[in-house]
């Protein structure tokens, strides 16, 4: 019964000495604070500073367009499902959210071959036209329908045909072919989806058309 007291106080000394141990191995040691513990709940990804998100430019482009240049940007249209979408300096002009997209050539929601002849006809000099086609943009097609967006720069026009994806951004007046169009056969061994090509997509810079003065 006499052994009772300094038992306690063995045992007091003895706890007292394994939780400084513990602490100070978890804590780091004294006057460094909690970095080891902090550790024990940081995970690595948290460590890691995380890298800043890529800043886009007008119509999502990764870099921005030098001056006097238009940024652009087009999607045909996937199948018959979704439909295309027409960018142009940062400004959706069409797209299936606005609700003025529809099945053929998407210049406006034209799906006549007669009144896309009256809609082309009548451009003025230097006019930029974006197309991006949705399901079908061919079969009522005629030639001079052809002629009229070859005349405005495209090479692909007289091969288009059912179910093609195409995407073509040309002007009236241009003396070249244009740089921007695209263009995909609808083909039952290469299509993406069933009995459509794969969607396509374009973006750049056009230059702004400059007057002499």
Not at 57 to 75: D, N, S, T, W
Not at 109 to 130: A, M, Q, S, W, Y
Request: charged share 25%; proline share 7%; hydrophobic share 40%.
């Amino acid at each position: 019964m006499r052994l009772a007291g300094p038992l306690r106080i063995v045992a007091l000394v003895v706890t007292v000495g394994l939780t400084w141990i513990v602490a100070s191995i978890l804590l780091g040691g004294p006057g460094s604070g909690f970095p080891r513990i902090q550790q024990l709940f940081t995970s690595p990804e948290n460590s890691v500073t995380a890298e800043p998100r890529a800043r886009k430019y007008k119509c999502g482009l990764p870099q921005p367009c030098p001056e006097e240049h238009l940024a652009f940007r087009m999607v045909s249209g996937a199948a018959n499902v979704i439909g295309p979408k027409i960018c142009l300096e940062d400004k959706m002009l069409m797209s299936s959210v606005k609700d003025n997209v529809g099945r053929g050539l998407n210049i406006a929601l034209v799906n006549d071959v007669n009144e896309l002849l009256k809609f082309i006809r009548p451009l003025h000099e230097g006019t930029l036209v974006f197309v991006a086609s949705y399901d079908d943009p061919a079969t009522k097609m005629n030639e001079e329908t052809r002629k009229l967006f070859s005349d405005l720069g495209s090479k692909n026009v007289k091969d288009l045909a059912f179910r093609d994806s195409w995407v073509f951004v040309g002007a009236k007046g241009v003396q070249n072919k244009s740089p921007f169009e695209q263009h995909v056969k609808n083909s039952r061994h290469t299509n993406k989806y069933e009995g459509w090509p794969e969607a396509l997509e374009m973006e750049g810079c056009i230059p702004r058309r400059t007057t002499a003065s």
